[in-house]
């Protein structure tokens, strides 16, 4: 596989429920992002990983739990979740968390919670 | 502050030109980027401009700054309907944060 790959593609839930997003890059890099895109709403920067340590939370609540265990793999960890979570919840990976350094996105997850 | 703008939506025909606008306000960035949003598909990036430059040609691509004005524009010479996504403009300012726009629909009819 090439890229940056996101599982699963789709995903229903229930606002009781636990799941998780994951995100796989193939290109080497260093830096892993999470962000969210709802209708008719610019991009949402949600965390930034740099070198497996994240450095950026931008007052995401706490319903959203990250997980970045090596510079290849990155986690979203949903519970207890809100209708207006529904989105599609983007990863991206660059060679770092430096300004200038393109992102990658994978495809994306669209999440529906009931 | 940082905030960058588009027009929500642009039609045109096929085989015309289309021109994609944006502004943004920080004006510490170096980088501004067009990335397109095919449907059911993550971003993909189009073509990038630094700050320096006021012009980039790239096939069909053409993106224009000014930086004066804080004026992004990116040109698609004889658009197909494969053009057809939401093109999405972003800046990266001293923050090292990408900030996007809200992104502008276009629509290529035959």
């Known amino acids: 596989e090439t890229g940056v790959t996101q599982t699963p593609r789709h995903l229903v839930m229930g606002m009781t429920n636990k799941k998780s997003l994951k995100c796989e890059q193939h290109?080497?890099?260093?830096?892993m992002y999470w962000y969210k895109q709802s209708a008719k709403k610019p991009l949402e920067l949600m965390f930034v990983?740099?070198?497996?340590?994240?450095?950026e939370n931008n007052s995401v609540p706490s319903r959203f739990s990250p997980e970045c265990p090596n510079s290849s793999h990155l986690f979203l960890h949903l519970h207890t979740l809100q209708p207006e979570d529904s989105a599609l919840y983007l990863c991206?990976?660059?060679?770092?968390?430096?300004?200038?350094?393109?992102?990658?996105f994978g495809p994306g997850t669209r999440l529906t919670v009931t | 502050g940082e905030d960058v703008e588009q027009s929500l939506f642009l039609s045109v025909r096929e085989g015309d030109s289309s021109v994609i606008n944006c502004t943004y306000t920080?004006?510490?960035?170096?980088?501004l980027y067009w990335y397109k949003q095919e449907p059911g598909a993550g971003l993909q990036l189009l073509t990038y401009?630094?700050?320096?430059?006021d012009m980039k040609q790239d096939q069909r691509l053409t993106v224009l700054l000014n930086k004066k004005d804080k004026h992004l524009s990116l040109r698609i010479a004889d658009t197909q309907t494969g053009d057809s996504a939401i093109y999405f403009c972003?800046?990266?300012?001293?923050?090292?944060?990408?900030?996007f726009g809200q992104g502008t629909t276009l629509q290529v009819k035959p």
């Open positions: 920080d004006s510490s960035s170096t980088y």
């Open positions: 990983y740099n070198f497996k340590e994240q450095t």
């Open positions: 991206a990976s660059s060679q770092a968390r430096d300004s200038g350094y393109e992102q990658y």
């Open positions: 972003a800046e990266i300012p001293y923050t090292g944060k990408l900030i």
């Open positions: 290109l080497g890099h260093n830096a």
């Open positions: 401009i630094f700050s320096n430059m």
